[in-house]
DNA sequence: TTGTACGCGTTATCAC
DNA sequence: GTGATAACGCGTACAA
């Protein structure tokens, strides 16, 4: 199969290639009779037209560009299995890339995406630096770009995000509601990769504010910084388990890091909840896995995917039309085990 | 930034678009003075080859295609990771396509992919169905194809395996060896999408031979069928502990189905490992998580990507030289609680 | 309703 | 060492 080309088949139809590249691009003023003769042929020489000769002629890309932060992040990948399922249905392949958690392949994955010229852009969690997007964006002929959980602060970046407060604030609540008070929190780290994910700074208000509300003073001792990885859930543990009176309660910014604290818990010979209870948040599969079960706040992964997905076939129809989004979704408590008040105390 | 181009450049430096292209790819006859000057002009105008123009006259991708058949099982995002990373430095990017247990959208990936001139392929797992390879193959101009846990008996695929057998055989042997004789296998799919994974067959194979070796007659009702997920897992668990005898101990053929069985195991009030053990295969990261931390079967993730891109290093750098490989890995058992038998029983 | 001819940005082949 | 120029395969004015 040496590369086969428009004019093949054209010359095999007895018509021009300015007719097959019509019937093969569904232009409609073919005359029906020699659409069914080109489309047939087309079919049975099994012709696929040169991407890179239509993207020349074009300027356009046939696939939409995926960024993640962490591909090891069931999040993440829940999300673009959501997305990847909607994209599917309107004709994109999806190109995913991996920046594990470092700007410097985040940014080089962005420029590789425009450079293969995708036809659409999502940015899922803190991958790549705002300036750097800032700049993608102020080209003239940009491809629309969505970001979810990162909330750029740029005009024309379309960005999906979740109430990670409100979340948090529940999540808090909910361990006061079962009577503890010195209840930790093991947040997303304040610089570098991560620093930016819009839930870092959300979740850590509401934790703030549930305490509040009740009437309890945080503690500075019982906060403690992780990287959102399981690895950094232990550290910080450890951090918190070395620091003077243990808490009865931690709240993990993410459930990554709240396995990784279960696991340092368990190690200190202390059981969950009995002797510290433990929430986390995305609810990521493992989540219900675990024994005790992760309570957790879940995270809308599958609408996350498909908003992205419906926004981006909004923009490609109409770009001139497409307005811009912002918009915020909620996130529901799931209680399980690992935060349940033992009977009795 | 309208579409810089190669003139551009030329213009600015007054030299040909011939010596930019050949400043840009590196060609060794350019005099050091032009290089330089046109080098600077190149970096301080931010010019980027178009990657559609170039492809179109090279006949050759940048990027290396990637297709698993399913993103959302950990194993595969960590030969994924590896793979990445490898690549990363040998200067490919990565095209990831899920085909999410589904040969249609496998095949339609592999079609995409192949459209957009890759520069070569990696298969993880029985997402491609052989035939489509097959036909792939036998195209005059196609690129190295790398496939992993799955035995494609096609001439010119490489192939990486994992010595599955080896590793269930030693799998059930460490059951045995706590002392337990009614051992059920929750086994992959025999038929549609999975079942071609090289390791599926493998893997009862060990278990057969294991029993066999310790004089165990095998029971047809201790073994189950499931489809590499969670939820095959669970339904799997629920049809062994119906039928009559329950099993003291079960092997499940991956740890994603492991899961599965263990909750369904809690759920009929029963526990993990004193009422019934559970041994594992791949080892994801959240085996150690559990709790109990569920044995398993080690799977070379991190060698497995590795070798990948070691392959189509080798291929690319010297098509003619590089011979297909077959070549086997081997997995280790790692023991944690889920498979001990309790103290004094 | 169809065909002709040009150009997209790059690389490869030559002449100089 | 360097520069002109012809492809690469496609889409698309514009002519017929």
Redesign the pocket.
Known sequence: MP?L???DVAQRC??????V??V??GAP???D??RGRVQSAVDEMGYR??QF??G???RRGYAVGVIVSDLTNPFFTEVVRSLGHALREDGWALFLCDSDHRFDLGDGNLRRLIDGHVVALVLIGDSVREETVQRYIARKGHVPVVAIERDYDIDGVNRLLVDSEHGAHTATRHLIAQGYRRIAMIGGPRQGAGSATYGREQRYLGYRRALADAGIKPDPKLLAEGNFRYAGGQEAMRRLLAGGQRPEAVFAANDMMAFGAVSVIHEAGLRVPDDIAVVGFDDVPSAALTSPGLTTIAMPKTDLGAAAAAIIGRHIAAPARAETVRRTFGAELVVRQSSLRPIGR
């Open positions: 590369a080309t428009l004019k007895g018509v021009s290639t300015a007719t590249s019509a093969v691009n003023w073919v005359s009779v020699t037209p040169n000769a239509r020349l002629k074009t």
